[in-house]
């Protein structure tokens, strides 16, 4: 890997890892958020599937952190 | 004059209303007084120069401000606190890596052990379980 190719990398991984951190943020928004929905006795079928959707989102981008990662270690 | 023991104060800087409401509700149930929220690095200055709280939580990052200045303002003052955030433990500097860390979500349940471990003597060193 040359150093432009290695310097690329670590900057898609700066933006994964901040990518990362603004979805456990969003998790922890939206748990939060049907906490209150449940205790109010709302619906919150749109709520649970919505946090779905956000923790496999967090998934992938972890899994593509770690595609970085195994670039870098190349 | 009361007779009650007093309470411990705990300062809680977070900028997200819904999980600083959280947190506030959790540690009032449980008997602390609840500085708080505040939102900004320089409203929390303010908090700890007109009261001294027991301990603070802290968000790492502050509508994209991250509170390193404030990490070190606590330490110097012996203040201890706990880091919650959505970033890694790499986030934090070096120098407060030590310090008990809780990864955004983190349950409630594992703010509470932290808190206790720090008010009841444990210290914010590594002897505190990581969440």
């Given at each position: 890997m040359t150093a432009v190719?290695?310097?690329t990398e670590q900057e898609h991984l700066r933006k994964?890892?901040?990518d990362i951190a603004e979805a456990n943020d969003r998790i922890a928004r939206q748990r939060a958020l049907l906490a209150h929905l449940e205790s109010d006795g709302h619906d919150t079928v749109m709520a649970k599937d919505l946090l779905q959707t956000m923790c496999q989102t967090l998934a992938a981008m972890e899994q593509h952190r770690q595609l970085i990662l195994r670039e870098l270690g190349r | 004059m009361s007779d009650r023991p007093?309470?411990?104060t705990i300062l809680l800087v977070e900028d997200e209303p819904?999980?600083?409401?959280d947190v506030e509700r959790l540690l009032g149930e449980v008997g602390f007084h609840v500085m708080g929220p505040v939102t900004t690095i320089?409203?929390?200055i303010r908090s700890i120069e007109a009261e001294r709280p027991s301990?603070?939580?802290v968000d790492l990052n502050l509508g994209g401000e991250m509170v390193f200045p404030l990490l070190d303002i606590l330490?110097?003052?012996a203040i201890p606190f706990v880091i919650v955030t959505g970033h890694s433990i790499e986030m934090v500097p070096s120098r407060h890596r030590h310090r008990p860390f809780l990864q955004k979500p983190y349950e409630p349940a594992a703010l509470l052990r932290f808190v206790h471990q720090i008010l009841s003597g444990g210290g914010?060193?590594?002897l505190l379980q990581r969440a």
């Open positions: 190719d290695r310097a994964a890892e901040a | 007093q309470r411990s819904l999980l600083a409401m320089s409203r929390a301990l603070t939580v330490a110097d003052r914010d060193r590594q």
